[in-house]
């Protein structure tokens, strides 16, 4: 009953710590068939979900669903030693905040998603990465309620608050990926202009 189906966009992760140590999880989303059944193509519900390897790539299986109304995500392993997974998704409650979800049995299953107060945003893709040597999450999307202001946030508490920012683009901008190139530096790619 789904209706399309995409990885990402961005990256996946092996878990570090914990019971699941060693696991790939790569963060997917998907459409499916709204709950009366309709025909597909519409009307039609978004999804966001994992998909999970523990050889090493050879297999991959299903992870837990995250419904309704959510979609492109990113998955991170917290800080906790625990192995704990966040997946933060893009949301489509008409709040304008992104949508986060937890795993602690490495993304069989996941809380029920939530907002996340300090993380505004425009129904746009975003990305978050784990900066170890500095001991923070890092976090970037268009940080408003448009399609602008490119900003790159950091948590020092697991994703629960994101008093750190920096704005790479005022203008209009969009998509980004982030990437932690090494205990001082991290890189942005991502979408601007008019």
């Known amino acids: 009953a789904w209706g399309w189906y995409a990885t990402g966009p961005g990256i996946g992760l092996q878990i570090q710590r914990g019971a699941h140590a060693g ?14 059944g309709k025909v597909r193509g519409g009307p039609y519900e978004y999804g966001s979900h994992a998909i ?4 090493h790539g ?21 800080l906790d030693g625990e192995g ?8 489509y409650f008409g709040r304008n905040r ?3 979800a937890t795993s602690a049995d490495g993304g069989l299953t996941w809380s029920a998603p939530a907002d996340v107060p300090d993380l505004v945003e425009p129904v746009c893709q975003a990305s978050i990465v784990r900066a170890d040597a500095a001991g ?8 408003s309620t448009k399609r602008e202001r490119l900003t790159v946030k950091a948590s020092a508490d697991g994703g629960r608050t994101w008093p750190r920012q920096l704005v790479l683009h005022a203008g209009p901008a969009a998509y980004s990926n982030l990437i932690v190139l090494d205990a001082a530096i991290a890189g942005c790619l991502y979408e601007r202009g008019d």
């Not at 999880?25 to 459409?31: E, F």
């Not at 050879?58 to 917290?78: A, F, I």
């Not at 704990?84 to 949301?91: E, H, I, S």
């Open 23 to 36: 696991r790939l999880v790569i963060p997917c989303d998907h459409s499916y068939d709204d709950p009366q």
């Open 98 to 100: 992104r949508a986060q």
């Open 84 to 91: 704990t997974l966040v997946m933060n998704m893009r949301a």
């Open 52 to 55: 999970i390897s523990d050889d």
């Open 136 to 143: 923070l999450l890092l976090f970037s999307n268009p940080a």
């Open 58 to 78: 050879k297999t991959w299986r299903l992870g837990g669903l995250l419904r309704p109304k959510v979609n492109e995500c990113q998955v991170v392993e917290l």
